[in-house]
């Protein structure tokens, strides 16, 4: 969701009564219950007629929803249990209709980064590692961020080579998070982890830490760390995009990050960024940055992973295609 979109959607929530609000958010995954807070908590100075327009916005969009899907629960708990039984079923029920349980691991993706770094520090580095693949990828190396570098790089180099959880390791996570995930002893091997899981981590992290941990894996495993740059997609990878995914981007990006990233980027990737823009943007841009005086390379990285966010979101919802990096060509 862009910056607009939160805005409208933090101006609704707060026309609500407190009980309706509480409602909604309860539908919200964590880290968008944080970006709405945030937002909700800098709103000022909001014009009667601002709202009008947003609820108005609204009401003309829910118009257009059909009833399918509403009253599913029954639908979905009759159809699990009939193919799956009563018992098999009965979790899986609670997890989808519920939200699951909030302790464990759905507790730790409600905390901030420094609260869950402390939390989890001391644990064994192959604990650490099997509780962050279950985490949101910026998430995760938030707390990496959080550790020191030889805990940050163990922890990275079995993320790598992590690629399932067996029975015993997943009733040692519940011992240390109440129960993150229940099992017996016949349960099947959970596929998690693994060189794309580190590669997605590592695109998050700065580039000092980028670099301890690769060379650190570099001595474990030459081949190994070698998979996990090929897996990373980078600022300058955005000219493997299309145009039209170029265009979709800029649509999402602040004309003044933008001009940071730029400073930092290849001049092949400028040219495609300015065909992509309306010839009168595009000499904007080329003055803007012509005049831009010197910017710190922390500056200029911090704006290139928060643009490389924008990127994944893209990529995620189907919109953009990454190519080049993974076995079908979508990360």
């Not at 192959?126 to 279950?134: E, K, P, R, S, Y």
């Not at 995930?181 to 000092?208: C, D, H, Q, W, Y």
């Not at 012509?290 to 995620?316: C, N, T, Y």
Request: charged share 30%; aromatic share 4%.
């Amino acid at each position: 969701m862009d910056d607009e979109g939160l805005k409208k959607s933090a101006i609704l929530l707060m026309t609500l009564g407190e009980q309706e609000a509480a409602s909604v958010i309860k539908l919200l995954a964590p880290k968008e219950v944080q970006k709405l807070g945030e937002t909700m908590s800098t709103l000022q100075n909001i014009t009667r007629s601002e709202i009008e327009n947003i609820v108005s916005e609204f009401c003309d969009e829910a118009e257009g929803k059909t009833t399918l899907g509403q009253n599913s629960s029954d639908y979905i708990r009759k159809v699990l249990t009939s193919a799956l039984g009563d018992e098999k079923a009965a979790s899986l029920i609670d997890r989808i209709l519920q939200g699951g349980d909030t302790s464990g691991i759905e507790g730790l993706k409600w905390m901030d980064a420094v609260s869950a770094a402390e939390l989890i520090k001391n644990e064994h580095p192959q604990i650490i590692a099997t509780i962050l693949v279950h985490l949101e990828r910026d998430q995760a190396c938030e707390i990496l961020g959080l550790f020191t570098e030889r805990l940050r790089n163990d922890t990275l180099l079995r993320i790598a080579t992590l690629d399932s959880i067996q029975p015993d390791a997943l009733r040692e996570l519940n011992d240390v998070l109440t129960k993150l995930l229940s099992g017996s002893a016949n349960i099947r091997k959970a596929a998690m982890g693994g060189v794309r899981t580190a590669a997605e981590i590592l695109n998050f992290a700065p580039s000092a830490h980028e670099a301890s941990v690769i060379e650190n894996i570099k001595q474990y495993d030459e081949e190994l760390a070698q998979k996990i740059m090929d897996e990373m997609f980078v600022f300058d990878n955005l000219i493997d995009i299309d145009d039209h995914g170029i265009q979709l981007l800029l649509r999402e990006v602040q004309s003044e990050s933008l001009i940071i990233a730029l400073k930092g980027a290849q001049e092949e990737l400028r040219k495609k960024i300015f065909k992509n823009m309306s010839q009168r943007a595009a000499e904007a841009l080329r003055e803007d940055l012509e005049s831009k005086g010197p910017v710190r390379i922390s500056e200029v990285e911090a704006e290139q992973k928060e643009i490389l966010k924008v990127v994944r979101q893209l990529a995620d919802d189907g919109q953009i295609v990454l190519g080049g990096k993974g076995d079908d060509g979508f990360i």
